[in-house]
């Protein structure tokens, strides 16, 4: 296992400004659905992922649009960055008809097998050994597809993760385990779940690449990812990946938990100062990218996620017709 | 006397009986949480200290195993569980094992274990956070079901569970969590496997489980009117149930009605309804009615989930189908 410093390594601006984008998309969309649930015209129980956005752009950036990747109750960041569509998110969000799934998900449950995303669900850890079947399926099938499990530390508690990690590793499956640990099991510090902040040792004791890296650093977490699929890619099996960053709002809404008494405010502005979308600004910044380009680019973001969000209120309810479709497939497999 | 909401009987269940017997211990993942257990383990960490007030990591399987090794030698573990979905990350220590291990080990070896879900549904959480699968458990033998569906009972079921010697699923429902009643304040037990007649009636039989017992409630106002007289049996235990208390009304009414918010394929109902049929079945006068959810997994979109939820409405039409 290696542990990553912060290091300096320059990705040409089109790259940059693209993370940029991507880091602002999961934000902006994000910050617009804890609105809307806050002024309650929408119901769905949202987890939003402010903070971490680093790590699905940086993740997703470094995957062929073949790979699939899979994730939980905190995905909005993992959809959108995998290709998505942010209008059927949004929809979903809202419950319409032209949701990802429907109307029959919701937040946490997102889908779009075309953009390799086969769904995202609120189980935690269940996720995981799917991952490792898609890897298992791609290793069997000689297709190249990397797989990819996004997880929190919470999910590491687990017997899930660790069952995993040695299926992944035993079989050499082209799979990266990303684990986005942010210290916190809703309520429950990193602490208070285990003797020793170690996740990513697991990639040691079953004998997998492993690294540890700030994952409010997108640069560092696209070339991670980059190397590790690339190693998954040529049969070098999985990798374990310690994303570190923090969950700016609360467990689930849009509030930051200390309402419900979670201590977490001195942390938390600690960390809002290291700000993954601030930090690449910087970045584009000090390459070069004017303070225009980039309010520019901020502004296009806003509009897009007001685009999606008159969509989705535009979009019609599902039919209640529609109840008892999909229990079982329609067709048989071919 | 005094009233409590469902969600304080419950709490002031473990609190009487953490305070009585220092072999229970409550473990599970959200014990503490803000969000799961909403009043009904508030604060029992502060009162009873977080040795035997023990919020866990998400390691359902682990804790669930371990308040069976703990019971084993000795405890009086209630695990917690914040939804029953999650449940189902320790079935095999709940199927395999603490189900077994009586009759298994010729009764030398007990297993006096609580295990605590609830169903938390509705409000666009879908699919993998609102299963009501009880039956799945009841189908098990060596496990004991028990689904309260008011304050009194909610707490005196626990209490029953606690000290049954076996183990005992205790599933509670949230849409119950702020329902008030009348709760002795002294440490009573409620019979496992013992139902209730809530109202006594002569033209049809209602009996229900958990939140549609509480539904059915609301049914026999409107039946009333109607000039239908309803009488109500609260099963209060699924497994095993009361088939004397339900034999007896059945054979006075000659209808029955079973209202479960479970799915209907292979449900309490069915086993209730396969039952009455073989036991009874001159009795009937009319064919059973069973409301419960359609067989499909829990949608989200509020549209939907109006559509699949089952409540008083449904009880009133299939009242009045048997009637007709
Ligand atoms: C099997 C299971 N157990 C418990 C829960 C309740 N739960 C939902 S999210 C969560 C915390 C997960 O923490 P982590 O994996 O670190 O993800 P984060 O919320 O921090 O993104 C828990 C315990 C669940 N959804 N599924
Ligand atoms: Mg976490």
Same mark, same amino acid.
């Given at each position: ?21 991507? /880091? ?50 905190? @995905? ?12 059927? /998110? ?47 399926? =791609? ?96 049969? #070098? ?32 502005? #600690? ?64 | ?49 977080? #040795? ?49 291990? @009586? ?20 409000? #666009? ?149 396969? @039952? ?19 067989? =499909? ?26 009637? =007709?």
């Amino acid at each position: 296992m290696t542990v990553q410093k912060n290091r300096v390594v320059s990705l040409p601006n089109e790259q940059m400004l693209s993370f940029f984008r991507g /880091m602002q998309r999961i934000r902006r969309a994000e910050e617009r659905i804890g609105e809307l649930v806050q002024s309650r015209e929408v119901r769905t129980p949202c987890h939003l992922s402010i903070g971490q956005e680093a790590i699905p752009v940086g993740i997703c950036a470094a995957l062929k649009s073949t790979d699939t990747v899979w994730g939980g109750h905190r @995905s909005h960041g993992h959809y959108l960055a995998k290709g998505g569509d942010l209008n059927a /998110m949004m929809a979903e969000v809202f419950g319409k008809a032209t949701g990802c799934a429907r109307g029959r998900g919701g937040s946490m449950h997102l889908v779009a097998p075309a953009q390799g995303v086969f769904g995202t669900v609120p189980l935690v850890a269940a996720t995981i050994p799917l991952a490792v079947g898609a890897g298992l399926s =791609a290793k069997l099938q000689g297709t190249g597809q990397v797989a990819v499990a996004f997880f929190g530390d919470g999910a590491t508690d687990e017997g899930h993760f660790h069952e995993s990690l040695n299926l992944a590793a035993l079989y050499r499956l082209p799979v990266l385990f990303v684990c986005e640990n942010n210290l916190y099991s809703t309520h429950l510090t990193l602490k208070e779940r285990r003797v020793k902040d170690n996740i990513g040792d697991s990639a040691t004791l079953h004998g997998m690449a492993g690294v540890v890296l700030n994952g409010n650093d997108v640069t560092a977490v696209y070339l991670a990812a980059h190397q590790a699929a690339h190693r998954a890619g040529t049969g #070098e099996g999985p990798t374990l990946l310690e994303c570190r960053t923090y969950r700016w709002r609360g467990h689930v809404g849009p509030a930051a938990d200390l309402e419900v008494g979670v201590d977490r405010q001195c942390e938390l502005h #600690e960390w809002q100062r290291c700000d993954p979308i601030e930090l690449c600004r910087d970045l584009l910044s000090a390459g070069g990218v004017s303070a225009a380009r980039l309010a520019e680019v901020s502004a296009e973001v806003s509009e897009e996620i007001e685009a999606a969000v008159r969509f989705a209120r535009q979009s019609p309810c599902p039919d209640e017709s529609e109840l008892l479709h999909h229990v079982y497939a329609s067709r048989r497999g071919v | 006397m005094r009233t409590l909401t469902y969600a304080q009987a419950i709490r002031e269940a473990h609190a009487q009986l953490l305070a009585e017997d220092p072999r229970v211990f409550l473990i599970g993942q959200g014990v503490r949480n803000p969000w799961y257990a909403g009043t009904s383990l508030q604060d029992l960490d502060k009162e009873f200290g977080r #040795e035997r007030i023990i919020d866990s990591p998400v390691s359902e399987n682990a804790t669930t195993g371990a308040a069976i090794g703990a019971a084993i030698t000795g405890m009086r573990p209630i695990v917690f569980h914040p939804r029953m979905d999650f449940m189902l990350l320790a079935a095999d220590p709940i199927i395999n094992q603490a189900a077994n291990w @009586s009759y298994l080990f010729a009764g030398q070896v007990s297993v006096p274990v609580v295990i605590r879900a609830v169903i938390n549904r509705g409000g #666009e959480q879908g699919a993998q956070h609102s299963q009501a699968m009880h039956a799945l458990f009841a189908h098990v033998p060596g496990l004991k079901v028990v689904m309260p569906s008011t304050p009194h009972d909610a707490k005196g079921l626990l209490i029953a569970a606690v000290r049954d010697g076996n183990p005992v699923l205790y599933i509670d429902d949230r849409w119950l969590y702020e329902l008030d009643g009348e709760v002795p304040d002294m440490l009573y037990e409620v019979p496992i496997g013992a139902g209730v007649l809530r109202r006594t009636g002569k033209d049809v039989t209602v009996v229900a489980t958990s939140y549609m017992a509480d539904e059915a409630t609301k049914a026999v106002e409107t039946l009333t009117e109607r000039g239908i007289d309803v009488e109500l049996i609260d099963l209060r235990s699924v497994k095993p149930w009361d088939r004397n208390l339900v034999y007896s009304s059945v054979g006075k009414t000659g209808r029955l009605v079973i209202a479960d918010a479970a799915w209907m394929s292979g449900g309490i109902a069915a086993e209730i309804a396969a @039952s009455v049929v073989g036991e009874i079945f001159h009795a009937l006068k009319a064919p059973i009615a069973r409301v419960c959810l359609p067989d =499909a997994p829990a949608p989200t979109a509020a549209v939907l989930e109006r559509a699949y939820y089952v409540g008083a409405e449904d009880i009133v039409a299939s009242v009045e189908k048997v009637l =007709a």
